[in-house]
Structure formats: structure tokens, C-alpha cells
């Protein structure tokens, strides 16, 4: 998984790339709406500003990146939940988060960023997250995905779990990977395609889903492609952003809104049974 870095995410908590405008352009609804619909919460009344969330720094490993519990924390409160990051890190920012009561601690390290629901004991993960909020905005952008095709490159976590989900969503699904027994594990769990060469599928597809840390050079890229596109480095070129009729991509908030309104989802449907 990719590691975020400080001057990645420098603009997340006064969102500067506007993400609002950016997904209302492609789909016609906002972060707050999305990630409603990728939790299954639409239409619910589910109100987020009942759910307190603690975003604990985390030391281990490569440690603090500047500004990300910051940022995770901004990303939380857009959705109308109420925020804090701790003051305390690791297992006493933990602790801390509990004692004050949160419904939701909210925390990465290098390997996991996790959202762990302290009402119902139950956690959800970034890749999950990120895949089903990808997932919804592609969807969503495309106008639904039933019987459509759609390739997704990159058969990591976040890809395999996009792979699952598009099906889910009706699409004809193509993987493609420079791994191809990455790639064949999931035709052989969900039956969909694999492609080995991603200049191919993006040939033949102008329905993408980008999960993999791959620069792809615009003249591969076929004239009114819809790309959702959580992969970082993020980086397209003039043709590319010339040849793309939408490429939706922000470093940190559209995953992270997900795996929030997520675990919101968890205690609102115990309660309400
Ligand atoms: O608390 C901190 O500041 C750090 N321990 C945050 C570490 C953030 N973790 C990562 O960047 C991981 N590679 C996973 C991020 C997934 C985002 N899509």
C-alpha cells in the first residue's frame, strides 16, 4: 500500500481541490452523499452528527506523517460528525479516545487505517473503504454500471475489493495487472476477466478504475473515459486530462469519508433493530 506523504495530503483540510464541486460535476452528488450511498445509509435519516470520532496519531513504523490526523479529522467533521484528534498517540491516544467517550477512534499505521466502532466493537479498513467509495462514484458518474464494462487495474487490496464490488454492481469486470497470477486469483474467485496488457484494456474500456500506483501516459487512454481513480502517484497528462471526460481523484477523503459513515453504519443498524 501506498504511503501518503505530507505535501500529498497539504491540502485536504481546507480542501482545496474542492472535492465537493468535483464529484457534483461527474455524478450529481456531493462526499457527504456518496459515501451515504457506498455504507448503504441512503435514504435511512441517519443523522452523522450523533457520532463522535478521536483520530489518534500513530508513531509505529515510519511514524507521524505531518498534517494526516489533521486532515482525517477535517474529512470527518465536512460529513457533519463531531472530531478531535487526540493528544496523546498510539495506545494512550487509544485509551484517551475511549475515556472521552467516541463512538469512533479512527487511526493508520503504516499497514492498516482502520475506523473501530466502540459501540458495537467492530472495525472497517481503508482498502475497503476506498474500493467502495471509488466503486459508487464510478458508478454513479457512468449512471449506473449494469451490463457495462468496466476494467479495473491493479489486483492489490483496494483492487480486489473494487473487483468484487463492480460485479456486485452488475458491471463486466476486466482486471489487469503486471502480476498476472494476481490478476488470475480473482477470475478464479469471481469470474471475471483478466487482461495482461493495460494499453489493451484501456483500449477497449472507457470505464476505469484505477487502483494501482501507475502513471498512464494520455495517448493510451481512450476519448471519453471515465476514470475513478484512488491510485497515487496521481498524475495525468495534458492528452490524458484532454482525452478523459472525468478523472475523479483526491489523496485521502473520498476512502476515508467511506470508512467513517462505514462505522456510523454499524452502531445505527444495532440500535435501530
Ligand atoms: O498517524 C500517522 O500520522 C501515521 N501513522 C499515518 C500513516 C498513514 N498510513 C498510510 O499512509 C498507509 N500506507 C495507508 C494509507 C491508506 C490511504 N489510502
Redesign the pocket.
Known amino acids: 500500500?501506498?504511503?501518503?506523504t505530507a505535501d500529498l495530503i497539504e491540502g485536504v483540510p481546507s480542501d482545496k481541490i474542492n472535492l465537493d464541486s468535483l464529484l457534483l460535476s461527474a455524478t450529481g452528488r456531493n462526499m457527504r452523499e456518496i459515501a451515504l450511498e457506498a455504507a448503504g445509509l441512503d435514504g435511512t435519516g441517519i443523522d452523522l452528527s450523533a457520532y463522535t470520532v478521536s483520530v489518534v496519531?500513530?508513531?509505529?513504523?515510519l511514524?507521524?506523517?505531518g498534517g494526516?490526523?489533521d486532515s482525517v479529522s477535517a474529512i470527518v467533521k465536512r460529513l457533519g460528525m463531531d472530531s478531535e484528534v487526540t493528544s496523546n498517540t498510539d495506545v494512550a491516544g487509544f485509551s484517551e479516545g475511549v475515556e472521552r467517550g467516541s463512538d469512533i477512534i479512527m487511526?493508520?499505521?503504516?499497514?492498516?487505517?482502520v475506523a473501530y466502532n466502540t459501540r458495537c466493537n467492530r472495525f472497517t479498513d481503508?482498502a475497503y473503504g476506498?474500493a467502495m467509495g471509488y466503486s459508487v462514484v464510478l458508478h454513479d458518474a457512468a449512471r449506473g454500471l449494469d451490463g457495462k464494462d468496466v476494467l479495473v487495474i491493479g489486483a492489490g487490496f483496494v483492487g480486489s475489493h473494487a473487483v468484487r464490488i463492480l460485479k456486485d454492481m452488475g458491471a463486466n469486470v476486466t482486471v489487469t495487472d503486471i502480476i498476472r497470477e494476481k490478476g488470475e486469483r480473482l477470475v478464479a474467485k469471481y469470474g471475471v476477466k483478466f487482461e495482461p496488457s493495460m494499453e489493451k484494456g484501456l483500449a477497449d474500456h472507457t470505464l476505469v478504475l484505477n487502483a494501482a500506483p501507475v502513471i498512464i501516459p494520455g495517448e493510451l487512454i481512450s476519448d471519453g473515459t471515465i476514470f475513478s481513480t484512488?491510485g497515487v502517484p496521481h498524475y495525468f497528462d495534458s492528452e490524458g486530462r484532454r482525452r478523459a471526460k472525468f478523472i475523479i481523484h483526491d489523496p485521502?477523503e473520498i476512502?476515508t469519508a467511506v470508512m467513517a459513515v462505514n462505522s456510523a453504519g454499524f452502531s445505527f443498524r444495532q440500535e435501530r433493530n
Open positions: 500500500m501506498t504511503r501518503l496519531p500513530i508513531t509505529s513504523g511514524g507521524i506523517i494526516f490526523s487511526m493508520a499505521d503504516d499497514k492498516r487505517f481503508n476506498t484512488p485521502l476512502g
